[in-house]
């Protein structure tokens, strides 16, 4: 472990944030984030970014869960943030396989071991996030609880689009074509390509113009469209994801009823054959629950923090 670049000012986080940069076992460079409990901590939230985040995003957050005695760790995952990007098109963003995440993720939990975080580990998944939490839960694993943001277990596409997602995706998965970038993206990083009224992600003003002063701030944290091959592995991996049994351990999860960016009916499915799973709906609410307006964001971390006190 080596310190990284932590750009403070931007995170709107707590005192005493910094970053680390990890290497993983097929040779990845990935950043770490760490934020330090305000007073002695009573265990490790680990933050589970979506597609195109970056720790900074995270701060905010950060603030909540440190306030309430945690310590945070939130992750640059491979081809996003400051972390290695594979392709040479650096907006473009892609992996070969999902698993490579779980490889990101293993370097993560052995970084928090030799850094002797405190315990329970506790987890928060994000749209992508959440999806590789899921993976992970489905195998042995340190978490004692898991809260879901807009979990991605399907992507939301129309009715025709659904008929053909998976045949066309088995397809896609070796052709060197599919290196490019999914219909409707570009090499632009979204917050930029969209106004506010139009956004699919929040309903507040102040936190959309909050993203793009990020990326404006520091554009190497931007990204932009998925490359077709990584929206193949993303349909791929919820598939797999819903075959498997619940995992056992607590969850909360938080949807908003204005979804229009993963597969609302997918989670449903997903929470339905989950017995210590509680699914909270949010009228109004679109994909970024925890970066919507400051009551929706209240309600959300209040809820989480339940859950983890419990645990």
């Known amino acids: 472990m080596e310190e990284a670049p932590f750009h403070a000012a931007i995170s709107g986080g707590p ?18 984030g760490l934020w330090p409990a305000a007073g002695e901590a009573r265990g490790t939230v680990f933050i589970f970014p979506g597609r195109t985040e970056y720790i900074e995003k995270y701060g905010f957050a950060a603030a909540e869960f440190t306030a309430r005695g945690y310590d945070v760790l939130a992750i640059d995952w491979r081809g996003q943030g400051l972390a290695d990007r594979p392709l040479a098109d650096k907006m473009m963003g892609h992996v070969e396989r999902f698993a490579e995440y779980q490889i990101d993720l293993a370097a993560v939990l052995h970084a ?17 996030g959440g999806t590789i939490a899921l993976r992970a839960l489905s195998r042995p694993h340190p978490f004692a609880a898991v809260a879901l943001s807009a979990p991605m277990l399907g992507i939301a596409l129309n009715a025709p689009m659904r008929q053909i997602a998976l045949p066309l995706a088995r ?26 009224l139009n956004n699919f992600l929040t309903t507040d003003a102040k936190m959309w113009a909050k993203l793009i002063d990020q990326v404006a701030e520091v554009p190497a944290l931007a990204l932009g469209g998925p490359s077709l091959h990584w929206v193949a592995e993303a349909l791929l991996e919820c598939q797999a994801l819903l ?6 351990l607590p969850c909360y999860c938080a ?11 997918a989670i449903r499915q997903r929470l339905n054959d989950w017995p210590a799973a509680r699914l909270e709906m949010f009228p109004g609410v679109q994909h970024e629950i925890m970066m919507d307006k400051p009551e929706t964001g209240a309600r959300f971390f209040a809820s989480c923090l339940a859950l983890f006190d419990a645990a």
């Not at 005192?15 to 770490?32: Q, V, Y």
């Open 243 to 248: 075959k498997l049994p619940a995992p056992d």
């Open 255 to 265: 949807l908003g009823t204005d979804e229009r960016v993963v597969d609302s009916t």
């Open 15 to 32: 005192e005493g944030g910094r970053a680390l940069w990890l290497h993983t076992a097929d040779e990845r460079r990935i950043r770490l």
């Open 112 to 128: 928090a071991e030799a850094l002797d975080l405190p315990r329970p580990w506790l987890a928060v998944g994000h749209s992508m």
């Open 171 to 196: 397809v896609l998965l070796d052709n060197p074509r599919a290196r490019r970038y999914a219909p409707e993206t570009s090499e632009v990083t979204y917050v930029l390509t969209d106004g506010f």
